[in-house]
């Protein structure tokens, strides 16, 4: 159903993925201007924006019945995108320095892990629903990324802006240890039976 694809919600999703070459492009644009905040304003706009489609795009499936194959495959896909590239890109330009790297990397290992094991599941035919704590993982992580992206820029604004970012960072960090603890668990149950 090729309408499906180019229904309101997918759209957002591609918007989304669209979103993460724009923010790669400020950070190169970052670094060619003698005043950077104007770059990290527009990374920052646009992953707040990006963020926001997360939340929408799967709303709006739901009550306006629009739910596709392409959005629940693609939707996921636009998240880690997103998350990966921008960690990424502040480990690169010195945000996320330290041991701070620490909690990006605990933050994209458990992405990888967790598709890995909902992949293999979905073989099974087993479905693993996404938690309550795994959303507000993913609220502290997009507001921490927001923070950090805002960066020395924001700093200028609201004192200590990198810092909050890093710290609601390390949060999620922390959630992410547990509910990919949690998934392991539930997806061992039915790698063990099998």
Known sequence: MASRAYSIPNLLT??????????????????????SDFARWTAF?????????????????R?????????????PIADK????????LMAADGT??????????????REILVSGLREYLADLKVSVPVT????WKTAIQM????FLLAGPAGDKVLPYTTEIGI???????????????DYFRVGLKHIVDE
């Open 132 to 135: 309550r704590i795994a959303k």
């Open 81 to 88: 995108l997103l998350v990966a590239s921008v960690l990424l």
């Open 96 to 109: 996320i320095a330290g041991w701070t790297i620490w909690a990006a990397i605990i933050i994209l290992c």
């Open 45 to 61: 706009w646009l992953f707040v924006a990006a963020s926001i489609t997360d939340y929408l795009d799967g709303y709006l499936a």
């Open 63 to 75: 009550i306006w019945n629009q739910t596709s194959n392409i959005g629940r495959m693609l939707d």
């Open 143 to 146: 507001f921490a990324i927001a």
């Open 14 to 35: 591609y918007g989304r993925i669209l979103a993460v070459p724009l923010i790669v492009l400020c950070f190169f644009i970052e670094g060619r201007l003698e005043s």
């Open 167 to 181: 710290t609601l960072l390390w949060v999620a960090a922390l959630i992410t240890m547990y509910t990919g603890y």
